[in-house]
């Protein structure tokens, strides 16, 4: 019965006990798919909620009061719901609580480890970081399962995304390449709940822009130029292009596993050019960059080469 459920609902069910949703085990009771959330997130939980019930069949949800002397106010608020007894909810207790331990079923995970399963277990259990107005780093709060668990859910989401996460002192996923992290989080938009949107809300770059701006462009020694500013400038007439196909969600995505995962430029080995941008290039790198959070380099790179390959079309 399980495995007759459409891959959407799977990817929910998954991405739920990824996070926040959990299982009973009592000796004396049947299985229970169960979460809550804090009375802060309920927009969120009503979402899941409306959404599960298709699925499985859920109480009424009940709000709580609970004392809590850590908390400033002494207490916490949430939402909560569990099913009742049904064959389903057994048997995701079969696979993801074999010995009534939780374990990620990594085979059953894989067929709906899909963007809706990542953007849910993000909203449960994940962060974006930004600092001075600078997006730093994607946390997804795995402390609970294993360092085994862990790296294999990395080899996971590297093969299925060419996202490379890496763990934290504290067992946590953490995401810190900035085009990565823009990838990440317009992979999952689409699924993301409106009352989670601080979650996936990237700082904007200053909207006023100078005139001109003197700056260094560091371009890997393969592209070979004589005259900077005037072949650069040449160069960056593709800025349209680049814009356009990054704002593209298919076309995008290619890009970032084809390209854009392997544009770094090694500053120590790459050839600096100093040339004068003018105020049109300087928000159109800036737009590019806020769409895959580039360097002015790496979109400058992209643009040498979309630039040489059509010099090489026919």
């Not at 949703?21 to 802060?40: A, Y």
């Not at 019930?53 to 916490?76: A, E, H, I, M, Q």
């Amino acid at each position: 019965m399980l495995r007759q459920l459409p891959v959407q609902a799977l990817s929910m069910i998954n991405g739920k006990l990824l996070g926040d949703g959990n299982i009973s085990i009592e000796k004396t009771r049947s299985p229970r798919f169960r979460f809550s959330h804090s009375l802060h997130d309920q927009a969120w939980f009503f979402h899941c909620y409306k959404q599960l019930s298709n699925y499985l069949p859920l109480s009424k949800p009940k709000y709580r009061k609970v004392s809590d002397p850590r908390t400033k106010n002494g207490f916490t608020e949430n939402y909560y719901t569990q099913s009742r007894k049904c064959e389903i909810v057994q048997q995701l207790k079969t696979l993801w609580y074999p010995n009534n331990r939780k374990m990620i079923p990594f085979e059953f995970l894989s067929s709906s480890f899909t963007p809706l399963c990542l953007a849910w277990w993000y909203q449960d259990d994940g962060h974006l970081k930004t600092e001075n107005n600078q997006i730093k780093k994607i946390i997804l709060s795995t402390d609970g399962f294993t360092t085994t668990e862990n790296e294999t859910l990395m080899k996971l989401i590297k093969k299925r995304y060419g996202l490379t996460f890496k763990l934290d002192k504290h067992n946590r996923l953490v995401l810190y390449d900035k085009p990565q992290i823009v990838y990440f989080i317009r992979l999952i938009e689409p699924f993301v709940h409106e009352s989670m949107s601080r979650k996936i809300t990237i700082p904007s770059f200053p909207e006023q822009v100078p005139k001109k701006k003197r700056t260094t462009i560091y371009l890997p020694s393969s592209i070979h130029i004589s005259r900077p500013t005037q072949e650069i400038h040449h160069m960056l007439k593709q800025l349209p292009i680049i814009y356009n196909k990054l704002q593209d969600r298919v076309v995008y995505r290619t890009w970032f596993i084809e390209k854009i995962s392997a544009l770094k430029i090694n500053k120590a080995i790459a050839k600096p050019y100093q040339i004068t941008l003018t105020e049109e290039h300087l928000r159109s790198i800036h737009a590019c960059r806020q769409s895959a959070g580039l360097t002015v380099s790496e979109v400058v790179y992209l643009c040498a080469v979309e630039h040489l390959n059509k010099q090489e079309r026919p």
